[in-house]
């Protein structure tokens, strides 16, 4: 497993032309601050930040009722990161013709009735999806200082888990940082930086209101159904840096059209998904990842209200969810 | 595999002191008109309902944005109907200190980035969950008029899979009938009937607009997380022609806090799922179950804005799903 | 989840009239001696008394080449102990005509030709099955004393899976307890002693040469089929000190007609599977589950060739297999 | 999911020099005469071959009691088809140090008890395993004339499963075609004749008594862990006229170190897994795949005694298994 899942980290990496220092990598990067400024039994993080006012303010800036979906399907074959993710797998484990069958000499059924129902395994964190607080760690420490001795039992987190996350409606704002550099989508590797954002906000003439929903659109998420493996195990996406300064807007959730939000492989190689561990441990603000932003990017529409309902697994990391925004 | 599902079908109809006639039972259950009335090609059903305008006026008619959950948890334990359908399991497949350890020695990871990921496996009508229309069939017919022969795959349906189901923005409509009886639940095996409806309605103050989500209270839904196993294998639901009535008004989902919408076992015992046969395949009116109405009872909230978003599992017969309530 | 294993764990211990004492349990069990004789790399265990002499002599002992079968179908509905444990799920995840379509229509395949292909949903402890050397602790401590930190990653054992499990092929000694009690099984929590072993043995005119699998028969296997879960919850099963004597027999693995091979509740109910502790963990004995072993109690056959060969699951903490006896 | 099969049947047909016919093919592939000759309720197929008698006989043929192992691993990244197959998953579902603490607080348990249980998700057909008669279809037919109509239930085979597949303890014989033609091993897509096998048994000396497990050496096997997808997708393996003269011989099983027995892509690529057809429908003749040949065939042990014992999975279309060939 050594191999491949260096190449996922390493492989792009080559290709983006980068140099990959030889000497030792020292563990220096800055993780930024923590804003666990909820009380120490908070689970929602930034979840706080919308309220019954923010709610109402974001259903009322609806002005068509018109939809725009966000989410891909959730379908055998959806890219994930092997092997540190788990493949997607759905059959058909009743079916019409059987179940009627089995209705009527089990249960005496004369009504001609069946149905089909599917069997699913999975973990949350396939196509468009959100992963809950507590999904990602930095050493023993979860968001709000939880410790991983207490963290989880072997059927999910005890504190944050998706169960626990909010509702989400706000206002979603699209940064459309692949037009913004003119090209149809960024190259694997590329790390969108602050001025990136800050460049296309204003190009868009968009700015990024408190408690905002945020998706960064890369041009990438075209691979999700095209390429899904090569789509998985590279992608451009945001820098620490950016990560920083999205949070400092103190939005509620952050993702993009890409596997991992942040860019694959990592600005340092060696630094592994340093913006998750910023995001969801030290910010408590929660990662989207797998969006389909295309439609919303081809429209233009740089602002909306974005509505979001995460099933409540109890003690998941994530689920996958149906994300759409409304204009 | 017989025992246990005769005990489903027929152990309440005793407590409830129904006589099941040793008579050959005759199919003479009347299920309805189809109202296959948006073209041959239609996947949405009574989805159509829903336009930009109807959904711009339920998003408006929210007043306080305060937000009522109407989720259980989906959780080890959550009931389900044996042997037809299977049981919930998840599991930690990944935790925060081996993974830690495993990005460090595979990947040189200097971060101590760990992360836990969890392993689902589960049929999708599992707690709080919406039913495909493609779900269920009369004989070899579903929705529209789609064969059985055409319906499906090994890994799920063709046509009428949940993935095709829209969003759900609508004027949601609680109708208290436990209250209106004036007891706490009704009794397992009882058939809610038009009467009923039409009198709880009458006592809110309460009209069904079309296009509603109608959700039916009976104060079984106590029994989800107490007594899962009995609460799967009986309850009160809506007999055969209240599904009707509420069906005449135009409705796009009808949900109830029990286990199957419809009243288990059914009027006729030898007559299964009537109600998933008048409102799926004839209607293309989608079912939502084990809805937690309990709060939105106690509050008295008879008209919302209620918004479900069903993930868009390709294929799948259904989806479990977060549904709010918005006032 | 509580409740439901307290129940596990008493529920019985009431049924047979023993009393629990409400003074504080002292950990005061002696677990018995370690048997760590094979060196500090060993994962063979008493595996290791198997040699190419003693199979060969095993093999030689067979006389008509007649089969006794000691497995029950592995099966929707085996029993299982809930929470620690998981349901067994099975289902037909290809079909024939389906497959044929596809192979036909994707691949062109002009022969007519489908298949089925199951999906199966396990823990490895279901049916009859053997359980790996490292299953099982002592607080941190695994067989050999192998330590927790480094004895699993999140897919499996590291060291003591069933996958290090050599193929059994020994003597097989039923010692028939239920026969000598006069009984057609045992009671639920009733603890075999010594004295019932050798009693037994000395009844049946059987010897424990070493190097044998000895099956214990409880009659309490009956009820597998007819009752799984009440099977799964309590039992008759060996007590602390016949597992220490059959150990000091030099035996391979030891199996019964159980759920636990041991008796459930324990002698002690606040000392949970001692007898897996002393027997995986200090003698590297292994533990053979849910025998079927009534039909070799009712051919009075007390000496037999026992063959078992573990499918390699890499990992695994134990695997279902099929058990026979030669004679 | 049509390009990933078709190259599946295509790419190494390519590879191996071959020419695909752009004409119509027509499906005049001879897929052999019939041989239920068991009775038209007989489940063993070529079961039926192996007596009392004849085990006897096999195992009284070890002379030195020394076991080779047939047998690969299973585990995560095994080969599988894809998409007509699925992928094993294995995690560990239960932890020692959360059982210790769930035992400690939910049933009081004093013994510092712990234990490990894994979540194993699977179809049979991975790694080295043996196909049940049911497994194949000549469109509505299966083995011994049964239809397809009342073959199977939505949670497995109703009469051909793996649970009825007897134990198997035969003479084997290997037949080394790699050494036979010099080569380390074969190309993918070569089909092995008739010729071949009599050829390479001629210069072992070995013959083919009746009732005996034959396996193929292919060389191919090598690939198994190295290579698991290419593995999977092509190689070298009997071709349709070398299955016929194989159960001429009436044999019990034919096996060999690759994924399918027969050569992929077959002879005429249109005509999909034929060797299936003859041996599973037509003759009741096991296939066992991705048997571990290598050590054998290198200790040149052309005629050993095999044992092989198929877990009673019940309705399941196989069974992965441990295989050992006694010298």
Request: aromatic share 6%.
């Amino acid at each position: 497993m050594k191999t491949k899942l260096r190449s996922f980290l390493l492989s792009s990496t080559m290709a983006a032309g980068l140099v990959l220092s030889s000497q030792a990598v020292t563990a220096d990067v800055d993780l930024g601050e923590n804003n666990w400024s909820w009380g120490k039994d908070d689970v929602l993080g930034a979840g706080n930040l919308m309220t019954a006012n923010s709610i109402k303010a974001a259903l009322a800036a609806v002005e068509s009722g018109k939809i725009i979906e966000l989410s891909h399907d959730v379908a055998v074959g959806a890219p994930y990161i092997n092997p540190i993710q788990t493949p997607y797998v759905i059959t058909l484990a009743r079916t019409s013709k059987n179940m009627e069958k089995f209705l009527r000499d089990n249960a005496g059924a004369t009504n001609e009735v069946g149905f089909y129902l599917e069997r699913i395994e999975m973990t949350t964190h396939v196509s468009t999806h959100i992963d809950a607080l507590g999904h990602v760690t930095i050493a023993a420490e979860l968001y709000n200082g939880l410790d991983r001795e207490d963290a989880a039992s072997d059927i999910g987190l005890n504190h944050n888990g998706i169960d626990k996350s909010p509702p989400f409606i706000a206002t979603g704002i699209l940064i459309d940082v692949a037009a913004y550099k003119g090209v149809d989508n960024l190259e694997p590797g590329y790390a969108i930086t602050v001025a990136d954002l800050q460049g296309a906000l204003k190009k868009q003439g968009t700015t990024i209101p408190k408690g905002a929903i945020v998706f960064v659109h890369t041009g990438w998420g075209k691979n999700f159904t095209a390429k899904p493996q090569h789509y998985a195990h590279t992608g451009p996406g945001i820098g620490i840096e950016a990560s920083k300064w999205l949070a400092s807007k103190s939005v509620v959730a952050i993702g993009a059209d890409n596997m991992a939000l942040e860019v694959t492989p990592g600005e340092d190689p060696k630094v592994i998904f340093p913006v998750h561990q910023h995001l969801l441990v030290k910010q408590g603000i929660y990662i989207i990842e797998n969006v389909k932003s295309d439609e919303l990017a081809a429209q233009k529409l740089y602002q909306t209200t974005v509505i979001m309902l995460p099933t409540k697994f109890k003690g998941a990391t994530g689920t996958p969810l149906r994300i759409i925004a409304l204009h």
